[in-house]
């Protein structure tokens, strides 16, 4: 093992890296909080300054990624999409099968330079995250409780807010609604059965109505589908504590683009397109079991440094401060001070692995077990 792969391992580092993270996350909210009054005043001008601060934050885990962890991402797509990425707004339907889809996602993002303005369907149950949740109330993420009844006014509303966005932005759907567990796709591969619909070896069976309601929502400003599926080699589950020791994944993405009016206006034919689209994703990732690669031509976009420098940036913002404490502290001598500090070290430790915890599999919710009998018939 080199030096560098050994320091890699070590907890002081991933402290250090969770207390940027923390520390300028929780700085950056609170100038967050204090655009409030400027969106009565400028709107426009709000979601700017905002989707800068979100930048700001969301490339701190990209630049770990790319960076730190050194993960390496290989897009597969036609050149003459890829052109337009970054371009125009459009909807990302991704598979929902790994702990770190959506930090893939946003590598892309920043690739293609839409990392501050990306949006996503996200369970009510992230917005109480600290730092990523919080921040996402002012980049107007669109949030649902996973009950239809309740998010079909709600989530209307909030994705016709979009429809003046100053940005070009990503809006993500993963349609499976849930991460794949095996348990999750034998009950969903019955509520299949009981439609009649054909099995998926690789997904759970897509919710159809955040999709068609995306669709109808952002109809006229979207112009495309981005059609992804995500994929890692040699079979691996890559997680977020594996990226935090260094670990280096390689993931490949294979994008197809369709335009949005190839999407039908009808409910239930856009509800048959969806499950179609799903049946065709199940296939590529059949493939890139059987082959190791995902079809088409492999445009790989180059990472940028921008995450690296925003990442220095903040680390000297707060690792200064840092220092400073620390010396002062021990310099102090008194036991009281020094063992306030071990406690509050220790809290935010524990804290950060509640975050990280929010993406493990395991530690997922019962979404597609629990109301599979209700639902399904
Ligand atoms: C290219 C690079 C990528 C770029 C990335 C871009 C941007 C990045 C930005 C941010 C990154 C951060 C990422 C964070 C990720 C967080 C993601 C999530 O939180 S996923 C969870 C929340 N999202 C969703 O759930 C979206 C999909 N869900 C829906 O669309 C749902 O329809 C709904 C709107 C949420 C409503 O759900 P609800 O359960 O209330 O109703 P449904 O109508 O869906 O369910 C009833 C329906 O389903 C059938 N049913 C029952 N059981 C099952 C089952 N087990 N499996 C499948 N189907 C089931 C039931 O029969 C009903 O069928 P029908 O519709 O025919 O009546
Ligand atoms: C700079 C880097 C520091 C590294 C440490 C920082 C750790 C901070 C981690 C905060 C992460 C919070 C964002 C979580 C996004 C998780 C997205 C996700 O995958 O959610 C799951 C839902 O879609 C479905 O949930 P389930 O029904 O499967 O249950």
């Known amino acids: ?108 993002c920043e690739r293609f330079g839409v990392l501050g303005s990306s949006k996503v369907l996200a369970k009510q149950e992230l917005s109480y995250v600290p730092v990523i949740g919080w921040m996402w109330y002012f980049l107007e993420i669109v949030f649902c409780k996973r009950k239809w009844e309740e998010d079909r006014t709600n989530v209307a509303r909030s994705l016709q807010n979009l429809r003046d966005y100053p940005e070009n932005y990503w809006f993500l759907l993963h349609c499976e609604g849930t991460r794949f567990t095996p348990k999750k796709h034998q009950i969903s591969m019955q509520v299949a059965e009981s439609k009649g619909l054909p099995q998926l070896k690789y997904h759970l069976l897509p919710r159809t109505k955040g999709f068609y309601i995306t669709v109808q929502n952002l109809r006229g400003t979207v112009a495309a589908i981005y059609d992804s599926t995500l994929n890692f080699r040699n079979n ?36 048959a397109w969806l499950h179609k689209l799903y049946q065709e994703k199940d296939g590529f990732q059949e493939q890139y079991a059987q082959t190791g690669r995902f079809p088409g031509p492999i445009t790989s976009p180059p990472r940028r440094p921008w995450s690296l420098i925003n990442w220095l940036f903040w680390s000297c913002v707060v690792l200064y401060p840092l220092g400073l404490l620390l010396a002062q502290l021990l310099s102090s001598g008194s036991v009281f001070t020094i063992v306030t500090a071990v406690v509050v070290c220790s809290a935010v430790s524990m804290g950060m692995r509640w975050m990280i915890g929010q993406t493990e599999i395991e530690k997922g919710s019962n979404y597609g077990i629990k109301a599979a009998p209700e639902n399904s018939n």
């Open 236 to 271: 691996e589950a890559p997680t977020l504590l594996g990226i935090l020791n260094g670990k280096k994944y390689h993931a490949d993405l294979y994008v197809r683009r369709i335009p949005l009016e190839s999407v039908p206006e009808d409910e239930s034919e856009c509800a």
């Open 1 to 108: 093992m080199g030096l560098l792969q050994f320091l890699k391992s070590q907890f002081l580092c991933h402290l250090i890296i969770c207390y940027v993270f923390l520390v300028s996350g929780l700085l950056i909210n609170l100038i967050q909080l204090c655009t409030l009054p400027l969106w009565l005043i400028s709107k426009q001008l709000a979601r700017r300054i905002n989707i800068r601060l979100g930048y700001c934050i969301a490339s701190q885990m990209v630049a770990v990624l790319e960076w730190w962890s050194g993960t390496e991402c290989t897009l597969y797509t036609d050149p003459k999409s890829y052109q337009l990425y970054g371009k125009e707004n459009a909807i990302v339907v991704l598979n929902h099968a790994f702990e770190i889809d959506f930090l893939c996602g946003w590598t892309f």
